[in-house]
Every structure is written in structure tokens, then in C-alpha cells.
């Protein structure tokens, strides 16, 4: 691939990922819950939790594997009761989303963890909407909300859900498929996936996190998803590897995410350049900001400093984020400028 701007200082490597446009693609909003928004929610509420401090809590996420978090993740979503609540929430994350030069993002929200508490759908997706319409006023972030089914109820459970969401369908770009993986397979969901399908969604799965190569090729052949997330596993599989690159099939990776729940021993072993270097459209995203330690640019400062990615992996990346997306022609167009417009400015004077 042809390096598309002139050559960058590597010492301005930091700055340039720092502020380059960027789409954030694989964000659960519920696990961008912070601590001390957990604290403040649950008393405006009127709730207990079972920390007795912000520390105490955060000393709790130590975590094993993906289970071992996703039991602490749905506990912290606990305190998401009125509209207003899904509204800060994702307004503390777009203020945040803003400072890392994010200028589009989708967001994965998981219905079922609040309506199996007795919260409506109208609630959760009208402070989500309401805080997608406020990101571009106050920030200039475009947002659209994802819906995911959790993988570890049944089918029949994810058709009642996309029929309580069907009254704010226009509220509601894509449909994807998150929880605990392994035992889970994509195919499990064929169904409803065909039905969101026929009913126009964009569609994404979390496929290949934990789970086998197996799983990347039904959520791509049996859901037909248009992208995958996290997808790191792909590289046990060199037939999938080169399935991907072919199609351009964007796994949405995130690096830190992947740290923190032990799919890696540490960022140095990460494979996000194999990723890159055999021709795989791959983005870089936070999953879970909250509780893995950083936002999208402490991805992406951290992981190129451990394993030692360059100015043009910089600009595929925040490319592929933008090619990637769910935006019209005309939005990926102007993005795609305006990065450019980023790396010109950053270049070394001839
Ligand atoms: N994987 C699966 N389900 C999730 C994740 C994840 O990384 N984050 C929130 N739900
Ligand atoms: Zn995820």
C-alpha cells in the first residue's frame, strides 16, 4: 500500500496520534461508566452497591477473562435508571470522545441489561438519542447507536428485544452481538440476524475475542455482519486471514480491552501489526473505556509505543475507521479530507 502523506518526524508520532481525526467504532456505552458516575447515579437514584468508595471499586477490576468482567459490568449498569442517567453517561463519554479527536462514533448499547430490570426500552434509547443529538451541538461528534443482543440469552429473547425497539427504528443504525463468547457461536443468532437483515440494519458481531477463528467465519457467512469486533483470533487461520483482506472485512480491535481481560500477556505481544501488515482493515478502539484503563488515545499512544507502529500504520488506522463506518458518502468524504488535511500539516518541511 502506498504511504498517501510525506514523511512525519517519529518524535511527532505521539501528537499526531493524539490529534488526528479518528472514528471510534466498538464502544459499549455501558462500560464507559466511571466509578464516580456509578456513585453519583446510585445516590441520585437512591441506591446501594455493595463498594463503600471509588477506590474500592476500582481495585475490583482485576480482571481473569471476559466473564470475570462482564459480571462487574452488568453489576455497575445497575444504576442506570431514568433517561437522564443513560444521558450523562453518554455525555461524560462523548466530553471525553471529544478531547481524543473523535469525530464520529457508533455506540454499542446492550438493551437487555436494563429491560430485565424492569426499565423500558423508551427510556434507555431516549437519553442514549437524546445524547447522540447533543454530541454534535456541543462537540461536533456524529453518533449513532448500535443495538446489541447478549449472546448468552436465547434467540427468542434477542426476537422480543428487536421487537421493543422496533417503535424507535429510526433511532437505530446496526445490530450487534455481545457477552460472553465462548459456547455461543454466531450461528446461534442466525435467525433474528436474518430478520434485522430484512429489516435494514447494519449489521456487526463481536466474533474471534476469545473464541475460535470458527466463530469469525459463521458471524461472517451465517449473520453476514458487514464487520467484526475484536476479531484478533482471525490470525490461527490463515484461510480467514486472506478472507479478510480480500473482502476488507474491518475487524474493530481493541488493544487495551484485550490486555486487561488476558486475551494477550501483554501489549508487546498484541497483533495489531500482523493485523496491519497482512493487508486486514483494522481499527483501533477502546470497547470499554472505563474499565480498561483508557479512552480511544491511550489505545492508540500505548499500543504504538509497545510494539512500535509508524506514521503510516497511524494514518490506516483513523482511515480505516472512517471507511469502516456507517456514515453517508459525503461525511466519509469530508473526513477523509480532513485527515488528510492532518498528516499534511504534520509533515517534516521539504
Ligand atoms: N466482549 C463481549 N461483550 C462485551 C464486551 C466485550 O469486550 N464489552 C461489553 N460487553
Ligand atoms: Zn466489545
Redesign the pocket.
Known amino acids: 500500500m502506498t504511504f498517501a502523506v510525506k514523511p512525519i518526524a517519529t518524535g511527532r508520532l505521539p501528537q499526531l496520534l493524539s490529534q488526528m481525526p479518528k472514528a471510534e467504532l466498538?464502544i459499549?456505552i455501558?462500560?464507559s461508566l466511571e466509578p464516580e458516575l456509578i456513585f453519583a447515579l446510585a445516590e441520585r437514584n437512591r441506591m446501594e452497591i455493595a463498594y463503600r468508595t471509588v477506590e474500592e471499586l476500582r481495585a475490583a477490576y482485576a480482571f481473569t477473562d471476559?466473564q470475570s468482567?462482564?459480571d462487574i459490568?452488568y453489576a455497575g449498569a445497575s444504576v442506570l435508571i431514568q433517561a437522564q442517567d443513560f444521558y450523562d453517561m453518554a455525555m461524560a463519554y462523548f466530553a471525553r470522545a471529544a478531547a481524543d479527536h473523535v469525530v464520529h462514533a457508533e455506540l454499542?448499547f446492550?438493551p437487555q441489561t436494563h429491560t430485565a430490570r424492569g426499565i423500558s426500552m423508551e427510556t434507555v434509547i431516549d437519553g442514549l438519542h437524546r445524547a447522540c443529538v447533543d454530541a454534535q451541538k456541543r462537540y461536533g461528534i456524529s453518533a449513532l447507536l448500535i443495538m446489541?443482543f447478549?449472546?448468552h440469552l436465547s434467540e427468542q429473547e434477542a426476537f422480543e428485544t428487536l421487537e421493543q425497539a422496533m417503535p424507535w427504528r429510526d433511532r437505530i443504525t446496526g445490530i450487534g452481538l455481545?457477552?460472553?463468547?465462548v459456547g455461543n457461536p454466531p450461528e446461534k443468532f442466525a435467525k433474528v440476524f436474518a430478520r434485522c437483515r430484512e429489516l435494514g440494519f447494519r449489521l456487526v458481531a463481536?466474533a474471534g475475542?476469545?473464541g475460535p477463528p470458527a466463530y469469525v467465519w459463521t458471524a461472517l457467512d451465517v449473520l453476514k455482519v458487514e464487520r467484526i469486533?475484536?476479531g484478533v483470533q482471525s490470525v490461527k487461520d490463515r484461510l480467514l486471514m486472506e478472507r479478510l483482506a480480500r473482502d476488507q472485512i474491518a475487524l474493530t480491535v481493541?488493544p487495551l480491552?484485550n490486555l486487561k481481560?488476558c486475551v494477550f500477556p501483554d501489549l508487546a505481544s498484541h497483533n495489531l501489526g500482523k493485523l496491519l501488515d497482512a493487508g486486514i482493515a483494522a481499527t483501533v478502539n477502546s470497547?470499554?473505556p472505563a474499565?480498561f484503563g483508557g479512552y480511544m488515545n491511550d489505545n492508540f499512544l500505548q499500543t504504538f509505543a509497545a510494539i512500535g507502529l509508524d506514521t503510516e500504520q497511524a494514518y490506516r488506522l483513523a482511515r480505516n475507521s472512517f471507511e469502516a463506518s456507517f456514515i453517508d458518502d459525503a461525511a466519509r468524504r469530508r473526513h477523509l479530507d480532513h485527515l488528510q488535511g492532518c498528516f499534511d500539516a504534520f509533515a517534516s518541511p521539504a
Do not use: A, I, T
Not at 455481545?178 to 463468547?181: A, R, V, Y
Open positions: 466498538h459499549h455501558e462500560g471476559l468482567f462482564l459490568y454499542f446492550d446489541c447478549l449472546r455481545d457477552s460472553g463468547e463481536h475475542e476469545e469486533d475484536h481493541c480491552s481481560l470497547d470499554d474499565y
